[in-house]
């Protein structure tokens, strides 16, 4: 067997173990596209995407450190994220931050924007957060 199809066999199999995200777009509230010329680099937003609260890639589950603000920086790419009632900190889950971050590119396919992401403060409240140029 070629080393392409066991590779092609490998990506498919984890592929399908993994379940799907669906995302509605009611994940976020007041979307608003912001600059629809800009041509962000696919790479650089995931990286950002994980970037916040230092870092929630591999096993990290959640926003650590209670922030009341964050970033998450890649080459073009940068997410500004602040919780949105007083005395509040970002907790979101990486979960629920992958699907915000989808359902307001549902709206705003291309370039930057700025919305709320529905929860991921504790103890109460939302996630204002924007995409933006680094």
Do not use: Y
């Not at 799907?20 to 995407?49: K, M, P, R, Y």
């Not at 929630?56 to 009341?68: E, M």
């Not at 603000?69 to 889950?93: E, P, R, Y």
């Amino acid at each position: 067997m070629h080393i392409s199809i066991i590779l092609a066999t490998l990506a498919a199999t984890f592929a399908s173990a993994m379940p799907a995200q669906v995302v509605s777009g009611s994940e976020v509230t007041g979307t608003t596209c912001l600059d629809t010329s800009i041509a962000f680099d696919s790479h650089d937003t995931n990286v950002a995407i994980l970037g916040i609260c230092g870092g929630i890639a591999g096993a990290i589950q959640k926003c650590g450190g209670n922030p009341a603000s964050t970033t998450g920086v890649s080459g073009t790419s940068k997410f500004t994220l602040t919780a949105t009632d007083d005395g509040a900190k970002i907790n979101v889950s990486k979960g629920r931050w992958e699907r915000c971050v989808k359902a307001a590119q549902l709206t705003c396919p291309k370039g930057s924007f700025e919305t709320t992401c529905i929860g991921g403060a504790t103890p109460s409240g939302d996630v204002k957060f924007s995409l933006t140029e680094a």
